[in-house]
């Protein structure tokens, strides 16, 4: 039931791209994005909603292919902030079952 | 910030005994969550709420039961912990359209 994240884990220089790919088994009706720095709490970066519309971080971008029932996160000319732990979540039209892939660690290096 | 608090923020506790988290919200949102984080399992949902003593299971509920009888404090309760039960804990709340959680800072729960 959980969403499938890949890769596990990535490592970047400064100014490199990622892409962080999720994927679930259920039909969805929208994929959050959060990032969790090392012992804090996640904080939220984006939702895509079933339609197209997309609300978030102004240089985080995201697609979402509802036929698919994937979501990719684009992190273009990564900065050393962005290093942390990406995780995509889904829930129910409204709010229930709210569950989290397992992660993808990102570290960006000098 | 949805003025989330959780507490304790780090506790010891000993086999067998039970054990009580709370998480404390001020802006009256409906949906409530309880996770666990364990490393190589991400988030993994243990209950959530969606309204005062309305609750639902999640992935993980076995050996964790909670409780809402106030909108603002969803509690969870490990009735006898175990050794398998160490991990952090995040309570979130759901905003009120849907398109945005906020989590608390989390409490340090270890089970010798």
């Known amino acids: 039931q959980q969403p499938v994240q890949s890769p596990q884990a990535v490592i970047l220089r400064e100014g490199e791209d990622a892409v962080i790919n999720c994927s679930s088994s259920k039909a969805l009706y929208s994929v959050h994005w959060y990032r969790q720095k090392h012992g804090e709490a996640p904080v939220f970066l984006m939702i895509l909603l079933k339609g197209g519309e997309q609300k978030g971080h102004e240089k985080i971008s995201a697609s979402f292919n509802e036929k698919k029932q994937q979501s990719s996160l684009y992190l273009t000319a990564s900065q050393l902030s962005y290093s942390g732990t990406y995780f995509c979540?889904?829930?129910?039209?409204?709010?229930?079952?709210?569950?989290f892939g397992p992660g993808t660690r990102l570290s960006v290096l000098p | 910030d949805a003025g989330i608090t959780q507490s304790p923020r780090h506790k010891v506790t000993e086999t067998g005994t039970p054990v009580t988290l709370r998480c404390h919200q001020t802006?009256?949102?409906?949906?409530m969550y309880w996770y666990r984080q364990d490393p190589g399992h991400g988030l993994r949902l243990i209950h959530y709420s969606y309204g005062v003593k309305d609750t639902d299971k999640g992935e993980v509920s076995d050996g964790y039961s909670v409780s809402r009888s106030k909108t603002e404090d969803f509690l969870l309760t490990l009735e006898s912990a175990t050794s398998s039960q160490t991990s952090v804990y995040f309570c979130?709340?759901?905003?009120?359209?849907?398109?945005?959680?906020?989590f608390g800072q989390g409490t340090r729960l270890t089970v010798v």
């Open positions: 802006e009256n949102h409906r949906y």
């Open positions: 979130a709340v759901l905003d009120r359209v849907g398109t945005e959680a906020f």
């Open positions: 979540g889904t829930a129910g039209y409204y709010g229930q079952n709210f569950v």
